[in-house]
């Protein structure tokens, strides 16, 4: 099998995955480079099951996948202002979020090596993405999560039998937990930000979407982005459909933060090459993509520019009215899902597409995991 491993900073390559997995040179983030053409067969795919493993030709060779049903989700249109678009329903999959393909990917890729116990640092759901897979999987994972945590996402990760360690603080201080408990234990890093199997998963968002739509790419994806792992699994995922020779052009993808979580914007707008963290920390609804800096800054940059695509920010008050209208339209979504809302109504203005123009949102989260309304009495 093939395990090839390139640093995104320095180049170098490497076979096997250090336990914690970055470029052992520069500690930059790796990626995957087993399978970067997949030779999908479109009449093969249509007889194959609807789950995001029918594109084993895209996916590293791992045995018997750890898998808990990870089906194809639906793609619905939605009327948000003047423009029908398309919600590709990530929120529906096992856990109840998107990070269940990365989670499906890296635990199938993880017992496979052999490995029994691993550590992950998150903010809930791909904590609870990881801890559902890791217990499918046999292997015990320890997630480091912010103490402020919804109480959905913690209750997902302690039924599965994880260790949860609450950390006080903003988000980055459970990474700091994480990375101290790391150099003491030289536990193995089953990082959804830093793994490079996570987002092979996440490659395979893209792969659906476009057979959804009878093998042609949308004009657009609208995504939130924190860390910007929905962006690169969709950048890379319709990268690989171009050199196959599946598309002619790659989408262009438009990331949505939060006005209080924006380091990719400002540096999007002032021309960068990296995204330098932004402190102190301020806490938003979008707690999900609330991150000072993404891990992988320099190639969501690089996405954003090489797609034509575009960065928007959005407030607090129109986070939680896109959650309102979302569900008012069926959509029961988290506040981080929900920040594509405001974002597409401001994307008239910064990156006008032709009427007609295919755009495709992404639900990233389950509204179960973290309710924003107040229960009201009854009047
Ligand atoms: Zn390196």
Same mark, same amino acid.
């Given at each position: 099998m093939s395990r090839s491993?390139?640093?995104?900073?320095?180049?170098?390559?490497?076979?096997?995955?250090?336990r914690d997995p970055r470029c052992p040179d520069c500690r930059g983030p790796l990626s995957y480079q087993g399978v970067t053409t997949p030779?999908?067969?479109?009449?093969?795919?249509?007889?194959?099951?609807?789950?995001?493993w029918r594109y084993r030709e895209a996916l590293p060779e791992v045995g018997t996948p750890v898998s808990l049903g990870e089906f194809m989700t639906p793609l619905l249109p939605l009327q948000a202002g003047s423009r029908q678009v398309l919600v590709k329903c990530e929120y529906q999959l096992p856990t109840g979020s998107y990070k269940d393909r990365g989670a499906a990917v890296l635990m199938s890729y993880?017992?496979?090596?052999?490995?029994?116990?691993?550590? @992950?640092?998150?903010?809930?759901?791909?904590?609870?993405?990881?801890?559902a897979y890791a217990a499918r999987a046999g292997i015990h994972l320890r997630v480091f999560c912010p103490d402020s945590t919804a109480g959905a996402k913690l209750?997902?990760?302690?039924?599965?039998?994880?260790?949860? @360690?609450?950390?006080?603080?903003?988000?980055?201080?459970?990474?700091? +937990?994480?990375?101290?408990?790391?150099?003491?234990?030289?536990?193995?890093?089953?990082?959804?930000l830093w793994h490079p199997l996570f987002l092979v998963g996440v490659k395979t968002m893209a792969f659906e979407?476009?057979?959804?739509?009878?093998?042609?790419?949308? +004009?657009?994806?609208?995504?939130?982005?924190?860390?910007?792992?929905?962006?690169?699994?969709?950048?890379?995922?319709?990268?690989?459909?171009?050199?196959?020779?599946?598309i002619p052009r790659l989408p262009r993808l438009v990331a949505v933060q939060s006005g209080l979580a924006d380091a990719v914007y400002r540096a999007f707008t002032a021309g960068a090459e990296q995204v330098a963290p932004v402190f102190p920390s301020r806490p938003t609804v979008a707690s999900g993509i609330a991150l000072p800096a993404p891990a992988r800054g320099k190639e969501v940059l690089q996405a954003?520019?090489?797609?034509?695509g575009t960065v928007v920010t959005v407030?607090?008050?129109?986070?939680?009215?896109?959650?309102?209208?979302l569900a008012q339209a069926g959509f029961g979504v988290e506040p981080t899902s929900a920040v594509i809302w405001p974002g597409l109504l401001r994307l008239e203005h910064h990156m006008p597409l032709p009427a007609g123009a295919v755009v495709v949102c992404i639900l990233t989260g389950h509204g179960l995991k973290s309710p924003a309304e107040p229960v009201m009495p009854h009047p």
């Open positions: 491993f390139a640093c995104e900073v320095c180049g170098a390559t490497l076979d096997q995955l250090p030779e999908f067969v479109p009449t093969d795919l249509a007889r194959r099951p609807p789950t995001m993880l017992r496979q090596t052999g490995v029994r116990a691993a550590v @992950e640092d998150s903010s809930g759901n791909a904590g609870a993405a990881l801890a209750a997902q990760i302690t039924l599965t039998g994880a260790a949860l @360690e609450r950390v006080p603080g903003p988000r980055q201080e459970a990474t700091r +937990a994480l990375r101290e408990y790391l150099a003491r234990t030289g536990a193995v890093y089953a990082s959804h979407i476009t057979e959804q739509l009878g093998w042609v790419a949308p +004009a657009a994806v609208v995504c939130p982005v924190g860390a910007g792992s929905i962006l690169l699994g969709l950048y890379r995922g319709f990268c690989d459909l171009r050199r196959a020779g599946r954003l520019r090489r797609t034509r407030d607090e008050d129109d986070i939680l009215s896109g959650q309102r209208a």
